[in-house]
């Protein structure tokens, strides 16, 4: 039998294999065109959806810190020089300042410690009505600004507040006996009073993923609540009040409404020394001298805010 003819008449592509079947296509060989982007383009692509963000950052916070940096560098005398920052250095003021805001910060964040613990304690583990709406209340403290809780609190201890005018009500007396708000004891007392919730707010969320049946398991051996609190519910809220309270170091240290809405005419922190500086001195290279030393306090502290947070996982 011939069979030229058939071998002819088969199609070209038996010879390269199988055809592909309808609806298949072929992949396209790595690098061919069409091909995804690779890393250059990706991360080209990165760094164009990164520059908006940069450049308003650079301009609305980097560019003023940079003129603050420059002019603290610039005595009134022109030229460039580390003046100011030896003037500022010298100065007793200055030394007052430091002293009265780094003691008013620490005592206030114990405090905080102290009362934000208790407060969280009760609100978590002891049962009475109104416990949630405590805790979202705690909340919408933190949106609260600081001069409000200072007025709030000139309203009840102020010299004409509710307090005095109940003691000269029930006593005769012409005046009454609250006048220390206008005290560093006062600025503590608000400080206290504003930046509790900013501790009580982790400890919250630490106590509500404790294991509650550790503390079952203790009161029903026959331990107290004391030692319950010491040796269960404390170790597990350290992460938290560490946390919480280099928070409020860094917050207390900057603080300027509080100090400046009591009237404290004898306490005089570092904002409020930049303040009086910048307005009522006119000395520019000055405030700015003292306000970088605050700045880098300030950072430094917020450096330790967040490595304490993170090993919190907060």
Request: charged content about 10%; overall charge positive.
């Amino acid at each position: 039998m011939n069979t030229e003819p058939a071998l002819r008449a088969a199609p070209a592509h038996d010879a390269a294999g199988p055809a592909p079947e309808p609806g298949r296509t072929n992949r396209t060989a790595p690098g061919a065109a069409g091909a995804g982007p690779g890393p250059g383009s990706r991360a080209a692509r990165r760094l164009l959806w990164a520059l908006p963000p940069v450049a308003l950052l650079a301009l609305f916070f980097l560019h003023p810190l940079a003129l603050v940096v420059r002019q603290s560098l610039q005595p009134d005398g022109g030229g460039t020089s580390l003046q100011p920052y030896t003037d500022v250095f010298a100065s007793a003021a200055f030394r007052e300042a430091l002293w009265t805001t780094v003691w008013i910060a620490l005592a206030a964040t114990a405090g905080c410690l102290v009362l934000g613990f208790l407060l969280a304690l009760v609100i978590a583990f002891v049962p009475f009505p109104g416990a949630k709406a405590l805790a979202r209340f705690v909340d919408v403290f933190l949106s609260f600004p600081s001069f409000l809780i200072t007025l709030a609190l000139l309203f009840l201890y102020g010299r004409t507040g509710m307090a005095n005018g109940l003691w000269t009500q029930a006593t005769g007396a012409a005046h009454g006996p609250f006048d220390f708000l206008t005290t560093p004891w006062g600025v503590l007392l608000a400080e206290v009073t504003y930046f509790t919730p900013f501790v009580m707010r982790p400890l919250l969320a630490a106590f509500a993923q404790l294991d509650t049946a550790q503390l079952e398991a203790a009161g029903s051996l026959g331990a107290r609540a004391p030692h319950i609190v010491r040796r269960i519910i404390l170790p597990e809220a350290l992460p938290a009040l560490a946390a919480g309270g280099s928070l409020v170091l860094v917050l207390c240290l900057n603080e300027f409404g509080i100090v400046l809405f009591t009237g404290a005419k004898g306490v005089t922190t570092l904002p409020m020394l930049v303040y009086g500086k910048a307005i009522l001195e006119s000395d520019y290279p000055g405030a700015c001298a003292v306000a970088v030393v605050n700045v880098l306090i300030s950072v430094g502290l917020y450096g330790l805010y967040r490595v304490v947070s993170r090993r919190a996982g907060a």
